[in-house]
């Protein structure tokens, strides 16, 4: 069962629903149309909402562009006495509401994690995979070591906005970045707790992800710089790199022109090819 409501935010964004599914209500934005679906995963710090500067160009390169916010964030809510489930079940039953069949995935950051995990479970459901500026939640001792080094206990304790949003786009944009942190602010809800992955990401795991790939680094990620982005993307059986120079974590929201275009460009071949 779906449920209009204006999703508020600054019109870039198509009118909100939420979809009563097993174990929670999930809220989803949908662009609708008969294009090829694309859904979009998004980052520990942001909501679907974050999506404000891709929705409108990917609807209009012609596809169905969906995404959700991950329960317990933003206005997805689980069931009274239910768990926490995992992002991955809980997009495959959007995907069976919404009769999406197969589609294409887009993670970044902590949505990189559950895009990971669900391609490599259900690989004949996507029909390609990106993802951006995410250490992927590798458990193999390369990429835990190197994140061991770089996300410290002071790194945590600075303030979300100097972790994540580069400075450049600190400097040139304020009004970007107060937006940003007003989604971000709103993200999380309290106490709620972070979904596990189906299973543990590895190099293993991925090795059986045989759609088309795309992985994109930001060139100032402080999170997931690309030499840490490469050493695992390396696993992929056939993938595409890409580096957005100037960008931080927030790749997305930085730096949108170019992000936007190379993964356009990506899915028009992916759809070409079949």
């Not at 891709?54 to 069931?79: C, E, K, L, P």
Request: proline share 7%.
């Amino acid at each position: 069962m779906t449920e209009a409501v204006s999703a508020g935010g600054t019109g870039l964004l198509p009118e909100g629903r939420h979809a009563d599914l097993a174990g929670v209500r999930l809220w989803y934005l949908d662009s609708g149309g008969s294009g090829t679906p694309l859904v979009l995963l998004h980052p520990n710090t942001g909501t679907s909402e974050v999506w404000e500067k891709q929705f409108g160009a990917f609807a209009g390169a012609g596809h169905r562009v969906i995404a959700f916010d991950r329960r317990g964030w933003g206005r997805s809510v689980a069931a009274e006495g239910a768990g926490v489930g995992t992002i991955a079940d809980d997009l495959d039953a959007l995907a069976d509401d919404l009769g999406l069949g197969r589609f294409h995935l887009l993670g970044v950051a902590g949505g990189g994690f559950a895009a990971l995990d669900y391609a490599a479970w259900r690989t004949e459901r996507v029909l390609s995979l990106t993802v951006g500026a995410s250490y992927g939640q590798f458990t193999d001792p390369l990429i835990a070591d190197m994140f061991s080094r770089l996300s410290t206990p002071d790194f945590q304790r600075v303030p979300a906005v100097l972790r994540e949003v580069g400075p450049t786009f600190r400097a040139e944009d304020p009004e970007g970045v107060e937006r940003w942190m007003a989604i971000e602010r709103g993200s999380r809800r309290p106490g709620a707790p972070a979904q596990p992955m189906r299973s543990p990401n590895t190099f293993a795991k991925i090795a059986g992800i045989r759609c088309p790939a795309l992985v994109i680094a930001a060139g100032a990620d402080l999170y997931a710089p690309p030499a840490l982005m490469s050493a695992w993307a390396a696993h992929l059986p056939a993938h595409e790199w890409d580096v957005v120079p100037d960008a931080g974590h927030a790749i997305t929201w930085e730096r949108p022109g170019p992000f936007n275009a190379r993964v356009l460009d990506f899915l028009r071949r992916a759809d070409a090819a079949g």
